[in-house]
C-alpha cells in the first residue's frame, strides 16, 4: 500500500506502537514514511535466487527451440509478440521462421486417419527420406531412418498392401507437403492408427537428434 490511496501510518490515539491502515483523501495527500522499510524486498530479492531456471541455452531460446529450423517445435505465437513467460521451458520454438506453420485441412486429416498404419507410414517415409537427403542429415537421422524401415518392412511381410491401396497411398503422397522435418514427427504422433509403443521410440529417436543439434543453424 506504500504510496496510494491506503497508505500505513502509526497510530497517535490509544496506542502509540500500533501501526493501523488510514484511507488518504487524495492521492496527492498520501503520507510518505520517512523511513521505508525494505527489509521484504530485500528477502524477496535473495529468494528469487533460489528459483532461478538453470538452463544451458540463452534466455531468449526455448527448449522447442532445440534443432531449429529443422526439427524444432512449431513457432511459439506469445514469442512473436514479446509476451512468452515460459522463458527456457516453453516447448514451441522462438526462433525466426521463414514460412508459416503448415496445417492440415480437415479433408486431409480424415484421407490419413482413414488409412492403415503401413500406408501412412509409407508415406511418412518417403518425406522424411525426402527431407534428410535436402538438408544432409543423414548423420543425425540415420538411426531414426533405419527404425522407420524396419517397422515398415514388418509390416509389410505381415499384410502386403494391395494394388488399390498402393495406388491410394500414393495419390495421397503430397498430403503432408511443405511439413518440416519437425512438424512431420508432430503430426505423426496424432495419428491414431499407428503403434503407441513405436510412437514412444520415435518420439525418443527425434528428441535425442533435437539434443544432438546443439547450437541452432541458418534456415
Not at 142 to 147: F, G
Request: proline share 5%; with cysteine.
Amino acid at each position: 500500500c506504500r504510496k496510494t490511496f491506503l497508505e500505513v501510518v502509526p497510530s497517535s490515539s490509544w496506542c502509540p506502537a500500533v501501526r493501523r491502515s488510514k484511507s488518504c483523501t487524495a492521492l496527492g495527500d498520501c503520507l510518505v514514511d520517512e523511513t521505508v522499510d525494505t527489509r521484504a524486498d530485500d528477502l524477496l530479492r535473495r529468494m528469487s535466487g533460489y528459483f532461478a531456471w538453470q538452463s544451458d541455452w540463452p534466455e531468449t531460446i526455448s527448449c522447442g527451440s532445440k534443432g531449429h529450423p529443422f526439427l524444432c517445435k512449431a513457432p511459439c505465437i506469445r514469442a512473436v509478440h514479446g509476451t512468452c513467460m515460459k522463458g527456457p521451458r516453453c516447448e514451441f520454438c522462438h526462433l525466426e521462421h521463414n514460412h508459416p506453420k503448415r496445417k492440415l485441412r480437415r479433408e486431409e486429416r480424415q484421407r490419413l486417419e482413414a488409412m492403415p498404419e503401413l500406408m501412412i507410414l509409407l508415406i511418412l517415409q518417403w518425406h522424411v527420406e525426402r527431407h534428410v537427403t535436402k538438408l544432409r542429415l543423414e548423420g543425425e537421422m540415420r538411426l531414426l531412418l533405419a527404425v522407420l524401415e524396419r517397422r515398415v518392412k514388418l509390416l509389410r511381410e505381415a499384410q502386403p498392401l494391395t494394388h488399390a491401396e498402393f495406388s491410394w497411398a500414393m495419390e495421397s503422397l503430397w498430403t503432408l507437403r511443405g511439413f518440416s522435418l519437425g512438424r512431420l514427427f508432430d503430426v505423426f504422433q496424432l495419428w491414431p492408427q499407428v503403434d503407441s509403443d513405436f510412437k514412444r521410440e520415435v518420439k525418443f529417436l527425434v528428441d535425442s537428434a533435437r539434443e544432438g543439434m546443439a547450437t541452432p543453424r541458418a534456415a
